[in-house]
């Protein structure tokens, strides 16, 4: 029975964070569940720092308020996190303590509220035994499996401040040049620029040729309109140019270390040497992330946080809370990591996500006919040590047939250090760690490596190899 939920938020703000935290404690409360959230984020986990929240005296009265009540952790990975030793920086994986403090706090549930990286770190704790429920959390637009994350509505809505620039632009016969955020998404230029009737739009997604931009200012010219207006995104760049990077920094892996911006700059002053037309850029920045939500982003951030509760009460974990074709509905965390929704952003750092799709006509494929062969190739070709102590997954889109001749649309690759599976008592622990079918059978027999244990039940296979000392578990799902 759920009596305890917590709630964290990570990334950077974006209106509707209120609203969701008053929905979930709301809902929570109807039904007897204690909601708690932790203090900005991730940091407030690993430190267990937490609060109370409740509709009375916490939540009351946010719902139209920006910001987030509990505050937000940015560039915080607990699995690859910064700390201090003999002086120096260095990185470690502090999941486990997270772990420890949600198990100690009798914390039944915990909502993530954030992006593909947030709910990437959730995946992780799920893999951990932890009941997770993600909320797609972002002015960019990009999570995948949802037709619309929170803040995305308010993020549009500022930068239609286009407006204003339109009358600047036809007084003075200027080229007036909005650049907006969004990082490698380009969903707030493509419509905010639809919205305020911009006259070209420059997405991350299709690099930009800068002579179609002023054929374009000068067939305007040419039909008597001596001024436009273009919207930039963050992220946009030049055919065979990159992005515009204003600063970076050392966070470590699984986190955003470049800061974009100048991209506007750098369109409005070739616009201007081009065209002889005076180019002006205005950059919006983080005036897009504060400030009251609209309606619109307060109803779906309410809707949000509703069913994310509703989720919880159900049982039904590990997955994140989205809105397919304007209903609300549910996925896996399998599903949203490292698929970025197309138009075709890539979130900056998903790169480096521990999650690879392998084709069928991949020679990882091709090469390999036994399952720990291609368990090999897999870390040899991510540069994966057999010996990190480290959970990873592979989500492969293939057809495999191995002893059963059964097929499997996907299959996921689980590799865990003797840390996280104990040797002893292995195959009771398998079985009930693993599957709840109570016809599973159990099948030893030696393989290349020191030995191979099989489970087969009716919908899933599970593979453990043992090699040198370390354990490392294979599930083949049947979708």
């Known amino acids: 029975m759920l009596k305890k939920v917590g709630i964290l938020i990570n990334g950077g703000d974006a209106p509707g ?12 409360e109807k039904n007897g569940v204690e909601c708690y959230g932790f203090i900005d984020g991730f940091n407030g986990l690993l430190n267990n720092n937490y609060i109370k929240l409740d509709h009375e005296q916490i939540t009351s009265g946010i719902l139209h308020k920006g910001g987030a009540i509990i505050g937000s952790s940015l560039n915080s990975n607990v699995f690859n996190y910064k700390v201090i030793e003999d002086g120096k920086e260095v990185y470690k994986d502090l999941s486990e303590q997270c772990v420890q403090n949600l198990k100690n706090d009798g914390i039944d549930c915990l909502f993530t509220l954030g992006g593909d990286s947030t709910q990437k770190s959730a995946r992780d704790f799920s893999l951990r035994g932890i009941n997770v429920i993600g909320v797609p959390k972002t002015i ?6 949802t ?61 930009y040729d800068i002579d179609k931009v002023v054929e ?22 030049p055919k065979g140019g990159s992005i515009s990077v204003k600063d970076t920094r050392e966070g470590g892996k699984g986190v955003i270390n470049i ?4 991209a506007g700059d750098i369109v409005a002053k070739e616009l201007e040497r081009r065209t002889g037309l005076i180019s002006r850029n205005t950059t919006l920045g983080y005036l897009q992330r504060g400030g009251t939500p609209t309606s619109t982003d307060r109803i779906l951030s309410t809707k949000y946080g509703a069913k994310a509760m509703e989720l919880a009460l159900e049982g039904k974990f590990n997955v994140l809370t989205v809105l397919k074709d304007g209903k609300l509905d549910y996925v896996s965390l399998e599903d949203v990591v490292g698929n970025n929704k197309v138009i075709g952003a890539v979130e900056g750092g998903t790169e480096d996500s521990n999650m ?95 030995f191979t244990l099989k489970l087969w039940s009716s919908d899933s296979v599970y593979v453990v190899v043992d090699g040198e000392g370390d354990i490392y578990f294979v599930q083949l799902q049947k979708k």
Request: proline share 2%.
């Open 216 to 237: 374009k200012i000068q067939a305007r010219q040419k039909a008597g309109k001596n001024f436009s207006v273009v919207v930039v995104s963050e992220g946009a760049f």
């Open 259 to 262: 800061q974009l911006g100048g």
């Open 17 to 28: 964070l209120n609203a969701v935290i008053r929905a979930i404690t709301r809902t929570a």
């Open 140 to 145: 960019d637009n990009d999570v995948a499996c």
């Open 356 to 450: 690879k799709v392998v084709k069928m006509d991949d020679a990882l494929i091709k090469n390999s006919k036994r399952p720990w062969d291609l368990l090999r190739r897999l870390t040899e070709d991510l540069s994966v040590d057999f010996c990190e102590k480290c959970v990873i997954i592979f989500k492969l889109l293939v057809n495999i047939l191995h002893k059963k001749k059964e097929k499997m649309e996907q299959m996921k690759f689980f590799i865990a250090t003797s840390t996280e599976i104990p040797k002893k008592g292995m195959k009771n622990y398998l079985c009930r760690k693993f599957t709840t079918n109570p016809e599973v059978k159990i099948n030893c027999f030696m393989g290349r490596v020191n």
């Open 147 to 207: 037709d619309e994350t929170f803040g995305f509505n308010t993020a549009v809505s500022v930068a239609t401040a286009l407006d204003r620039l339109h009358t600047t632009a036809e007084t003075h016969n200027r080229i007036m040049v909005l650049e907006v955020m969004g990082r490698y998404a380009g969903w707030i230029t493509l419509e905010s620029a639809i919205a305020g009737g911009a006259d070209v739009a420059l997405l991350p997604e299709i690099p």
